[in-house]
């Protein structure tokens, strides 16, 4: 799997403030690699700095398919960090256990062919922590079975989004893919219709959208919306009426919209 590889020019040193989704160290992060791999967001390396065990660090996160950012020089800042000897490599974590995308994928397609209409939702590269836990708030209290996440350039599930989702990240299936629009192919392939979340007058109205089927619905960043190539991979194109001058939505808050009217479709359906 290609690794995830940042490179830096020379300059200051990476500060890093203390904080529950870190870990540091070349063995605790190397057994979290060896036995929990999951839970690993990204790894962080002082560039001048080498060993057998940080080039092992390496070269499995290489094989997992897990972040690895390389830094000038690396510092630790905070509550208990002058007590903290990083060695060289700290690690973010998941404040909740992640699933792989082959399982998603297959629980997705085995509700599909038990006659359900499951929802997902995708995230392009959201920025905002706070907007993530929104929405995947919003995802499990509409019904949806999953949340599809980008590993770059995406906000990590930290203590900042774990809080904003009010605990909903622990109820509801979570997954991190490196090629978006690869993973939407596979969902495709399960079964899914997929809806790209757009701000275009060529796309059709929300409420003239019917979401009685197999549906992942795709948002993008605060910025930029969806990327190009992602929105391409999408079968359908929504865009939610407004009143007044403002042309766009918070993340979140056109993510809940969506999601909530395809969950009432679903209910009056039944």
Known sequence: MKEHRKEVKPGPE?????????????????????HEPERLLEI?????????????????????????TFVQSLRLTGEGAAEARHQGVLARTSQTVLLSFEELVQRFAGRVQNGELPRLIACDSLQDPHNLGAIIRSALASGAVGVILTRERSAPLSGTAVKASAGAVSHIDICQVTNLVAALKKIKEAGAWVFGAVKDETAQSLYATDFRLPACIVVGSEGDGIRPLVRREC???????????LDSLNSSVAAAVILFEAMRQNAESH
Do not use: C, Q, Y
Request: net charge positive.
């Open 14 to 34: 990476k500060r890093i403030r203390m904080s529950d989704d870190l870990i540091w160290g070349v063995h605790p992060v190397l057994e979290t690699l060896l």
């Open 235 to 245: 079968d359908i194109l929504v865009s939610i009426p407004m009143a007044g001058s």
């Open 44 to 68: 962080i390396l002082h560039r001048e700095r080498r060993s057998g065990k940080l080039d092992e660090i390496v070269r499995i996160a290489r094989e997992k398919g897990i972040r690895t």
